[in-house]
């Protein structure tokens, strides 16, 4: 399967808890995204990155999210001293900048529930 | 700021009713618009795009124009089906490349 892959499929954790998601891309794809779609909504942009870099974060939801793509390919999420606000679904997607840029391929979620 | 908002749902429909979906935009530039449908155990996929004023996108039957001087972009099929059963969302992706969606509509088609 060469599509969009996420790790753990589900989280659960204690309040106060960090966790950290994975994404790999598909593998020619040098943009990257985050997303969190809670119950009933739709998915809620967090950040992306172009490569490497991470072009957009000023939506992160707090400072207590941050996101990594150290060497351009996979990406974590990292979310610190969990509430239960945070129980989402955590989506990724990604697209290539050189050919259909705005055509975003999105991953299965990985299911966070705090409890 | 940019933000898309869709028609509540859920939509229930009988096999090879006609469909609308409605969707408008707001946004400061000129953005492209997408529509994404989440089939029930499945990731959001693409079904549709459009990326200047009158264009239409157009897959498995589905349609949508973009509409500038409405600023919507309507979902519409002729006749669906119950593989047509799922979450559809409305998007915008603006010149920056940050993408807002819609809240969704579930749809159900019923034999």
């Known amino acids: 399967d060469t599509g969009v892959s996420q790790d753990p499929r589900h989280k659960i954790t204690k309040r106060g808890q960090n966790v950290t998601f994975r994404c790999d891309p598909i593998?020619?794809?040098?943009?990257l995204y985050w997303y969190r779609q809670t119950l009933g909504q739709g998915p809620e942009f967090l950040t992306y990155?172009?490569?490497?870099?991470?072009?957009?974060k000023s939506r992160l939801l707090s400072d207590r999210f941050s996101a990594e793509r150290p060497k351009g390919s996979f990406s974590t999420l990292e979310i610190q001293r969990t509430e239960q606000g945070d129980s989402a679904m955590y989506l990724c997607a990604s697209s290539a900048d050189y050919f259909a840029a705005d055509i975003q391929y999105f991953g299965a979620g990985t299911r966070l529930s705090v409890l | 700021g940019d933000s898309v908002t869709q028609m509540e749902g859920p939509v229930t429909l009988s096999e090879e009713a006609f469909l609308t979906i409605n969707c408008t935009y707001t946004a400061t530039g000129y953005p492209s618009l997408f529509w994404y449908v989440q089939y029930p155990g499945e990731g959001l996929q693409l079904l549709l795009k459009?990326?200047?004023?009158?264009d239409k996108g157009s897959n498995k039957g589905f349609e949508a124009t973009y509409r500038k001087e409405t600023t919507s972009f309507h979902l519409e099929k002729g006749s669906v089906q119950v593989s047509d059963s799922a979450v559809y969302f409305c998007a915008l992706s603006d010149p920056g490349n940050q993408f807002y969606f819609g809240t969704g509509t579930s749809l159900t088609v019923i034999p």
């Open positions: 459009a990326t200047k004023a009158d």
């Open positions: 990155f172009q490569n490497e870099a991470q072009l957009e």
């Open positions: 593998s020619e794809h040098n943009r």
